[in-house]
């Protein structure tokens, strides 16, 4: 376990080195926050609620999802896609610990800085400039830590996956942004799920993205209660080993195209 | 060198990008159906929050798509001519811009012949797809005014955009880094075009009225077409200086830019 702990250690510290590039990012995700709450702020004039969802609920759920996207890297994330391309995954491969693991664990310690580092800071910039809905209870940060957890390993799989189809076509970040814009769409980050015609949420009903984005942002908004809460964590946790489960398949399958060039 | 020479290498230039683009095609035609995709996704969330309002501030869903359009339309070619100014920072930073400056030829006309990204051409189609969805709400009659509006729209906007490109790589020859903050003026001001201006608070309504003039992308020009009046108070008639605006942005970006090469000093490694 030691392993992985440094492994992520040592991915947290990378991102500290990047502090202008954070600030840049930082700003750019004020200013979508800043443009995309406008249109909600429209919305809802004349209007107590949309969707069951009251303004200030809106308002938070806006800036919660532009405060995700980084710690669930939504825009995209190749570093195993560009190992494959170098030749470097053979190395990786042949280390004597969990190759899934050891992508899992970095993946944890990115998140965590972007956690600390950009989904805080985005935060206080909604409360300064809209008011945001903070949490009532207590044991709503616990949950929410829980469901952060969950949402990274699912959206770390699914990535993972994409990266990992490098090892069969060269147009792996191709294919792979056609699976991240449906991801920004069904993960309920371009507008709340309970907005979409009912049609449309039985078919997100069945997908693994709402647990990215808006299962942590029904926590941090205290939407769910008893025991919706914990099937929306259960739920969660499923697609979570589902798809990690999956991940670990694919890398069987993918070693045996391995070929190591000599030289 | 004679405008009909310049032309004539233009396409030169950017001929041969263009066949390293083809190369790979499979990669080409994924990109652009991504570029494609991954605005017409955006678009699917405003058609969401329209099945559950029937106005945004007073503004009708054909009217709202009519703007999306003009604005993905004019931003989408600007994006796909400007990418050697998109991509200046990073030519600055590696100091391959030294290079320019040694060959017999004007920077600016060398940064924009650089390369035409043909894969924007997703987000054209993906503009005027919203833009018909509009227009089949709208039941709008195309006098010959309201489609000269429309082209002078159209064009001044893609003239607009383009300006902000240069405004934002004339900037890098300053802070060496700064693409993050570019996009935010870019993507942020064809976001903000997409939207009826007028549910944005007013200074920022001014900002982009008198100073970078995006205003006059879609917003004046859509209120003559649509025929609303302004809720600034500017006449019906605003539209018309669409090119006016686009004018003197591009001036001012020109200005810039030639401060910035000027001012440029290599990078040192």
Known sequence: MRVYYEVARRAFQRELVYRTRNLA??????CFGYLRAVPLLAAFQGRPEIAGYDLDEALTWNWVVQALIMVIALWGWWDVEATVRSGDVVSDLARPISFLGYWLARDYGRALYYILFRCLPILLVGQLLFGLRWPQRAE???LLALSLILAVAISFAFRFML???????TDARGLGSLALIACTFFSGFLIPISFFPSGLRAVTALLPFAGMIQTPADVFLERLNGAALAGALLLQAFWALALLGAAQGLIALATRRVVVQGG | MSPGESWRLYWLLVGASTRAQMQYKTSFVLATVGTFAANIVEFGAVLVLYGR???LAGWTFGEVAMLWGMSAVSF???????TGFDLLPDTIRLGTFDRVLIRPLGAFFQTLATTLTLRRVGRIAQGVVVFAIGQSQLHLVWTPDRLAMLALALLSGAAIFFAIFVLGAAYAFWTVEGRELMNTFTYGGTTMASYPLDIFQDWLRRLVTFVLPLAFVNYYPALYILDRPDPLGLPPA???LAPVAAAAVCAAAGFAWSAG???YQSTGS
């Open chain 1, 140 to 142: 709503t940060w616990l």
């Open chain 2, 76 to 82: 989408a070619i600007a994006d796909m001519v400007a």
């Open chain 2, 238 to 240: 605003t539209g018309w």
């Open chain 2, 261 to 263: 090469v000027r001012r």
């Open chain 1, 25 to 30: 990012g930082l700003f750019t995700n004020a």
């Open chain 2, 53 to 55: 309002i029937p106005d």
């Open chain 1, 163 to 169: 990266n990992l189809s490098a090892f069969w076509t």
